[in-house]
C-alpha cells in the first residue's frame, strides 16, 4: 500500500475517533475531536497531492478517497445535527447529492467513462471543511463564520452536483428513456 493509499486508510480509521470524542462530555474531549477532524481533512488534501506529484494514483485510492471523504464529512455533520447546531435539512441535501453523485459515478464508470471532480466541487468541499472546522472550535465569533460557511456549501452542493450531471449529461442516456 503506497503513501498516499496509507493516508486515505488512516483518515477512514481517524472517524471513529472523532466520534467518539466527540460524544465525551466536556469541552477538552470537543477540542480533541476538532484537532482529529483538522487532521483528517489535512490527509485528504495531502494524500491526493502525494498520489498526483508521484504517479501513486490507484483503483483503491480513486475508490477510497472519495468515500473516506463523504464517511468524515457525514460523520460531522450529523453530529452537528444531532447537537442542535445545524439544521437536519441541510445533512439531508449534502448526502442526498452525494448517495446521487456516487450513483451517477457507478453508472458512469459501467461504461467505462471517467469522471473528473469539478471546480464547484472543489468549493463545496473546501468550504465544508473549513465551516465544520470553524463550528467545531466551539468558540462563539468562529462558530457565526463556520455556519457561514456551512450554508455556502450548502449552496455549493447544490449547484455543484447540478453542474456535475448537466456538464456528464450523457452519461444516462435519456433518448433511450
Avoid: C, H
Avoid at 471513529?16 to 474531549?29: A, C, I, K, R, S
Avoid at 471523504?69 to 445535527?81: E, F, G, M, P, T
Avoid at 445533512?91 to 464508470?109: L, Q, S
Avoid at 468549493?123 to 462558530?143: D, E, H, R, S
Amino acid at each position: 500500500m503506497n503513501i498516499a493509499n496509507k493516508l486515505t486508510f488512516m483518515r477512514m480509521i481517524l472517524v471513529p475517533v472523532f466520534v467518539l470524542f466527540m460524544y465525551l462530555p466536556g469541552d477538552n474531549y470537543r477540542m480533541i475531536a476538532t484537532i482529529i477532524f483538522v487532521a483528517a481533512s489535512f490527509t485528504d488534501f495531502l494524500d491526493g497531492y502525494l498520489a498526483r506529484k508521484n504517479g501513486l494514483v490507484t483503483t483503491f485510492g480513486k475508490f477510497a478517497d472519495p468515500l473516506a471523504d463523504k464517511i468524515l464529512v457525514a460523520s460531522a455533520i450529523i453530529l452537528l445535527s444531532e447537537l442542535g447546531i445545524i439544521p437536519g435539512w441541510t445533512v439531508i441535501v449534502i448526502i442526498a447529492r452525494e448517495f446521487a453523485i456516487t450513483g451517477f459515478r457507478v453508472i458512469a464508470a459501467s461504461e467505462n467513462i471517467t469522471i473528473a471532480a469539478g471546480p464547484l466541487g472543489k468549493i463545496k468541499t473546501a468550504t465544508q471543511m473549513v465551516g465544520i472546522i470553524l463550528i467545531l472550535l466551539n468558540y462563539t465569533p468562529l462558530v457565526k463564520i463556520g455556519i457561514i460557511l456551512y450554508y455556502i456549501s450548502v449552496f455549493f452542493t447544490i449547484l455543484s452536483g447540478v453542474d456535475y450531471i448537466v456538464r456528464n449529461k450523457e452519461v444516462l442516456d435519456l433518448e433511450n428513456i
